[in-house]
């Protein structure tokens, strides 16, 4: 058993009766002292995250990074705290998904000295922007964190940690937590597609490699613990702004399509990632998985624009630095921010954002969520 020295006294009895009157299993794993209602303990108590920019909400803050961050203004021009280190105007999908979990409080991002101790309880978040499922993708931006590397991060530094202010072992603890995973459109944007090589692996390959190294970690955090997986899929990276302008310039005369070799190979990783939640259950029993397609969340946005109340499905809606994808330092905005799908040449706006975590809480369609929405996924054991 697992008892550090940093468990209060009150927590060493909480768990000593606990014993008497359970027999098997130690601790409550209760996240504070206030817990309440058995009704309450069905919740999950927080969320770990995992992934690249989409869900980064200020780990590159605090990184040698010159190319990834968006700790100035205009980033976080709606968001209460103003710039973050988020890659949009306003929440992310992760604070959204939150907001409709009800968790009450922004998850911390793990590079802040300050994540540690009590702050862990209700999870870390681990994301960082120009990061992939691949340890060189992101080398362009710097030193950035792989998702390899985060995963080793949650084990290595917060585990520990989360054990000690619990109580408890992470088998114990971590089935009350969301696992939320969103990378991989960096592999392909600022890896597979500018590469060099001359004769490289067939996108085919490449996805299966991806796909291959995921599962391979979603099966470490699993041995930890964890149970509940929300797998977040690829946007439609060939309809940002930059890859419109980097992989269209010969159809000049077609602005407003969409750069098709990109979203080929977003669609190929989602199918991939789809199927992944029904073929890895036989080696990860009594966990469930969700996929939650915001690439077709956002094409239908994009297609049909108006009837969610976008008007612009193209140009980013900051001033963007010469290379197109992140907004200029203290540069100018658009002046209505829900209208535009795009804050910066890559990232969606906290409108989009909305979107992708209402849909993925609670939308009945499985070509939206798989094999069910976030809300079951909590409501499970
Ligand atoms: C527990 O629930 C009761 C009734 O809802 C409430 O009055 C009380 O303040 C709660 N206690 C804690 C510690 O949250
Ligand atoms: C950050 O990167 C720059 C340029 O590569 C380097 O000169 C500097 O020493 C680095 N700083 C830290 C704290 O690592
Ligand atoms: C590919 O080649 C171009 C031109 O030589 C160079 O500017 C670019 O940095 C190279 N890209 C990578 C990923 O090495
Ligand atoms: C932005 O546009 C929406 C939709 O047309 C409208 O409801 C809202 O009032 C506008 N906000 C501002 C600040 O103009």
Not at 95 to 118: A, R, V
Not at 239 to 251: F, I, L
Not at 266 to 272: D, G, I, K, P, V
Not at 367 to 375: A, F, H, I, S
């Amino acid at each position: 058993m697992l008892m550090s020295k940093k468990a209060s006294p009150n927590l060493l009895l909480l768990c000593f009766f606990s014993v008497l009157a359970h027999g098997l299993s130690c601790c409550y794993c209760s996240s504070t002292s206030s817990t309440n209602s058995s009704r309450e303990d069905n919740k999950i108590k927080g969320m770990f995250v995992f992934g690249s920019s989409l869900v980064d909400n200020g780990n590159n803050n605090f990184l040698n990074v010159s190319m990834a961050k968006a700790d100035y203004s205009p980033y976080g021009i709606d968001f209460p705290l103003g710039p973050s280190g988020r890659f949009t105007n306003g929440k992310n999908v992760i604070d959204l998904l939150g907001d409709q979990l009800k968790l009450g409080y922004y998850i911390p991002p793990f590079t802040n000295p300050s994540t540690k101790g009590s702050k862990v309880v209700h999870g870390v978040n681990y994301a960082s922007g120009g990061s992939g499922i691949l340890d060189d993708t992101g080398s362009l931006a710097g030193k950035v964190i792989s998702l390899s590397r985060q995963i080793r991060n949650f084990e290595e530094v917060t585990l520990p940690d989360l054990e000690a202010q619990l109580g408890c072992g992470s088998r114990e603890s971590l089935p009350k937590y969301l696992f939320v995973v969103g990378s991989g459109g960096n592999d392909y944007s600022f890896n597979y597609f500018l590469s060099n090589d001359t004769s490289p692996a067939s996108l085919e390959a490449f996805t299966t490699n991806l796909i291959t190294k995921l599962s391979a970690q979603l099966k470490r955090l699993y041995d930890k613990g964890g149970r509940k997986f929300v797998l977040m899929s690829l946007n439609p990276i060939g309809c940002t702004p930059v890859a419109k302008a980097m992989h269209q310039s010969a159809k000049k005369n077609n602005k407003a399509s969409c750069a098709q070799k990109l979203n080929q190979a977003a669609h190929l990783f989602n199918n991939r990632l789809k199927s992944l939640v029904d073929a890895i259950k036989p080696q990860m029993p009594a966990s469930n998985l969700v996929f939650v397609n915001s690439y077709k969340i956002i094409r239908d946005i994009i297609r049909n624009p108006a009837s969610t109340g976008f008007s612009d499905t193209s140009s980013p809606c900051c001033e963007v630095a010469t290379i197109g994808v992140l907004c200029k330092r203290g540069g100018s905005t658009c002046a209505n921010r829900t209208l535009h799908v795009f804050f910066d040449g890559l990232h969606p706006t906290e409108a989009v954002n909305v979107h992708i975590a209402r849909n993925a809480y609670a939308s009945n369609s499985k070509n939206e969520v798989y094999p069910m929405n976030v809300r079951e996924l909590v409501g499970l054991n």
